[in-house]
């Protein structure tokens, strides 16, 4: 089964992973500025987000691997937030050769302990979807998510992508879902940029730090103005970042 996605421009190819409480929809903002820097950009949707339908078992990181094969893209750089960094450092260390560089932006891990705060939240959402309250469930992940920055627009595009992903998923079943692969992140050989927000959960800020600790030559930016979702909440300070960093990359390349 073939990702939903969307592909356009030429050049070195961006793949962009979106978070688990959006859709590829979140990067409408840095497309255009990745295509006007002479990228070709390709987003997708992960199963039961957006335009492609859950399944009961599958990996988000083969799937990815098995949507640059369709499409014939050897090596890209990878950039993901949240859930999609987390899907993004299994696709380096797995097949490194198609990671050509990484960037994280405040990105989840692999068994990673909980906080009691990221707990409670769990609990929370959990009890809404239990009783049917699609709607009280995503706007508790647009109050907790979502940074002061955020305008009440893109609130509102947030909670959007939530809500139907998780009327997808709660149709479809508690049992279904992915698996993943621990990996060990001092194998990603990638040069890496590590993004974390001052806002964020102090889980996802410890993550950062981590992750910035152990990849080898990773260099991590915390934005004092972010939450959880800083391309969404400043998406022109973003945009900055990416482009410095695959415009450095790119001359790595030719050198």
């Excluded at 978070?19 to 990228?39: E, H, K, N, T």
């Excluded at 989840?108 to 809404?128: I, K, N, V, W, Y």
Aim: charged residues 20%; proline residues 7%; hydrophobic residues 45%.
């Amino acid at each position: 089964m073939t990702l939903s996605h969307d592909l356009t421009g030429t050049g070195p190819t961006v793949v962009l992973l979106h978070s688990s409480i959006a859709d590829r929809r979140m990067w409408q903002p840095q497309v255009p500025v990745l295509l006007g820097a002479g990228y070709q950009v390709l987003s997708c949707d992960f199963r039961g987000y957006g335009e492609t339908p859950m399944a009961q078992s599958y990996s988000d990181a083969e799937d990815v691997r098995d949507l640059l094969d369709e499409l014939a893209v050897p090596a890209a750089i990878v950039v993901g937030s949240s859930f999609g960094g987390r899907v993004a450092q299994e696709i380096a260390v797995r097949w490194p050769d198609r990671v050509s560089g990484l960037v994280l932006l405040c990105p989840g891990m692999t068994a990673a302990r909980p906080s009691p705060e990221l707990m409670d939240f769990a609990e929370r959402e959990d009890s809404l979807l239990a009783i049917g309250d699609i709607d009280g469930a995503a706007d508790l992940n647009v109050a907790t998510w979502l940074g002061p920055e955020a305008d009440d627009h893109i609130r509102a595009d947030v909670r959007a992508m939530q809500r139907h992903a998780f009327a997808v998923q709660v149709a479809f079943g508690p049992e279904a879902g992915p698996s993943s692969t621990p990996v060990d992140v001092s194998m990603i050989d990638a040069p890496t940029l590590v993004v974390s927000g001052v806002h964020d959960l102090q889980d996802f800020r410890a993550i950062a730090t981590f992750l910035a600790s152990r990849i080898p030559g990773a260099r991590h930016v915390e934005l004092s103005w972010a939450g959880h979702l800083p391309s969404l909440e400043r998406p022109g300070d973003v945009n900055e970042l990416l482009i410095d960093f695959l415009s450095e990359n790119s001359r790595e390349r030719h050198l």
